[in-house]
């Protein structure tokens, strides 16, 4: 079987199954009844490929509560109203209206067999005959960057200014082909164009580059990007940016140094002996990044004073020893006079 060809997605059943495309075909349609009537057709069963059938309504979330409205010509069968189609007066009856609970395209690709374990089958076409297209393409999240080719089979023109459309679709990287109205065409180039902004926004510190260049302080952040890649001052404002971080890390580095020449190892050991495991310079660089909600105070004269109030405290004790064996000793000498006293009156 050739992997070369793209898995063919239907939104909603195709009226002829005689001749599908070429590659896997998975089969969305809101009518659970369809299920079991297209898997049982015999130009399904003998397509080259695989042929899945789901039943499920898509929109841009799962487990959302959707109003599916049904008339008397399926092919209008989705989230808007006739009055939305603009066919109220066309003999399109409403059969009925049903609150179905929604799943994204993204959760049923994530669960179909065509892609276990083969990734030469992810190149995706959309066949979209029923459904809010631009929630279904929200629904697909990352397997939208896999699809190629997008067409639209609704039975009219939707219910969504063409201008509107047409941004949103742009917003999602497609654009519609010169040829046919009704296919879009994944725009790889728009697409590289926005993962560069978004990347370029996410690496350049904007607020940086007005401190140092002032003259640009009044750009938006956009104009910022935009001035940053096309103008001539591109090495310029590079040079300006990288010399400043390099700035940044030299001062980093040298206070760095001189705290591990000045730091206070022992006194912080001994506030915190949860880290006496660390070395010297991972007790700084603790420091550095933990020290303030610590709450230690390593002042210079702090640690003296506490340090003199542990001598006090020292001395004090030592006082209480000496005042004991003052004590001790006068009482030793006052027994010690008894004693000759007591021997000189024994001898007379």
Same mark, same amino acid.
């Given at each position: 079987?050739?992997?070369?060809?793209?898995?063919?997605?239907?939104?909603? /059943?195709?009226?002829?199954?005689?001749?599908?495309?070429?590659?896997?075909?998975?089969?969305?349609?809101? #009518?659970?009844?369809?299920?079991?009537?297209?898997?049982?057709?015999?130009?399904?069963?003998?397509?080259?490929?695989?042929?899945?059938?789901?039943?499920?309504?898509?929109?841009?979330?799962?487990?959302?509560?959707?109003?599916?409205?049904?008339?008397?010509? =399926?092919?209008?069968?989705?989230?808007?109203?006739?009055? &939305?189609?603009?066919?109220?007066? %066309?003999?399109?009856?409403?059969?009925?209206? #049903? !609150?179905?609970?929604?799943?994204? @395209? /993204?959760?049923?690709?994530?669960?179909?067999?065509?892609?276990?374990?083969?990734?030469?089958?992810?190149?995706?076409?959309?066949? @979209?005959? =029923?459904?809010?297209?631009?929630?279904?393409?929200?629904?697909?999240?990352?397997?939208?960057?896999?699809?190629?080719?997008?067409?639209?089979?609704?039975?009219?023109?939707?219910?969504?200014?063409? #201008?509107?459309?047409?941004?949103?679709?742009?917003?999602?990287?497609?654009?519609?082909?010169?040829?046919?109205?009704?296919?879009?065409?994944?725009?790889? &180039?728009?697409?590289? %164009?926005? $993962?560069?902004?978004?990347?370029?926004?996410?690496?350049?510190?904007?607020?940086?580059?007005?401190?140092?260049?002032?003259?640009?302080?009044?750009?938006?952040?956009?104009?910022?990007?935009?001035?940053?890649?096309?103008?001539?001052?591109? $090495?310029?404002?590079?040079?300006?940016?990288?010399?400043?971080?390099?700035?940044?890390?030299?001062?980093?580095?040298?206070?760095?140094?001189?705290?591990?020449?000045?730091?206070?190892?022992?006194?912080?050991?001994?506030?915190?002996? !949860?880290?006496?495991?660390?070395?010297?310079?991972?007790? /700084?660089?603790?420091?550095?990044?933990?020290? $303030?909600? !610590? !709450?230690?105070?390593?002042?210079?004269?702090?640690?003296?004073?506490?340090?003199?109030?542990?001598?006090?405290?020292?001395?004090?004790?030592?006082?209480? @020893?000496? #005042?004991? /064996?003052?004590?001790?000793?006068?009482?030793? =000498?006052?027994?010690?006079? $008894?004693?000759?006293?007591?021997?000189? &009156?024994?001898?007379?």
């Amino acid at each position: 079987m050739p992997t070369d060809s793209p898995v063919n997605v239907f939104i909603g /059943c195709p009226q002829v199954l005689a001749r599908l495309p070429d590659g896997p075909c998975l089969i969305v349609d809101a #009518d659970a009844s369809l299920t079991e009537s297209v898997q049982r057709q015999i130009s399904v069963n003998t397509h080259e490929w695989p042929v899945r059938v789901v039943s499920a309504v898509l929109t841009s979330v799962v487990h959302e509560t959707v109003v599916w409205h049904r008339f008397s010509d =399926q092919r209008f069968n989705g989230v808007w109203t006739a009055d &939305e189609w603009s066919v109220a007066n %066309e003999n399109l009856a409403l059969v009925g209206s #049903d !609150d179905c609970e929604s799943l994204t @395209l /993204c959760s049923i690709l994530n669960d179909c067999e065509f892609f276990a374990g083969n990734l030469d089958f992810r190149r995706l076409n959309l066949y @979209l005959y =029923q459904g809010n297209p631009l929630q279904i393409l929200d629904g697909c999240q990352h397997w939208l960057a896999y699809v190629t080719n997008i067409f639209f089979r609704y039975p009219r023109n939707l219910p969504i200014k063409t #201008d509107i459309l047409s941004s949103k679709m742009k917003e999602r990287f497609f654009r519609l082909s010169d040829e046919d109205s009704e296919t879009w065409l994944f725009d790889q &180039e728009l697409f590289l %164009e926005s $993962k560069f902004q978004n990347a370029l926004r996410s690496l350049l510190d904007f607020e940086l580059c007005r401190k140092l260049r002032p003259d640009l302080s009044a750009l938006s952040d956009d104009d910022l990007a935009t001035h940053f890649v096309f103008s001539n001052d591109t $090495k310029s404002l590079s040079d300006l940016i990288r010399n400043h971080y390099n700035s940044v890390v030299e001062d980093l580095s040298a206070s760095f140094s001189s705290l591990v020449h000045c730091f206070p190892f022992s006194a912080y050991r001994a506030a915190r002996p !949860d880290l006496d495991h660390l070395s010297d310079n991972d007790i /700084c660089k603790h420091y550095m990044r933990h020290g $303030k909600s !610590d !709450d230690i105070d390593l002042r210079h004269s702090s640690l003296i004073e506490a340090r003199l109030s542990e001598l006090r405290v020292q001395c004090d004790h030592l006082q209480s @020893l000496l #005042d004991l /064996c003052t004590r001790d000793f006068q009482d030793l =000498q006052s027994l010690v006079f $008894k004693n000759r006293l007591f021997d000189s &009156e024994s001898n007379q």
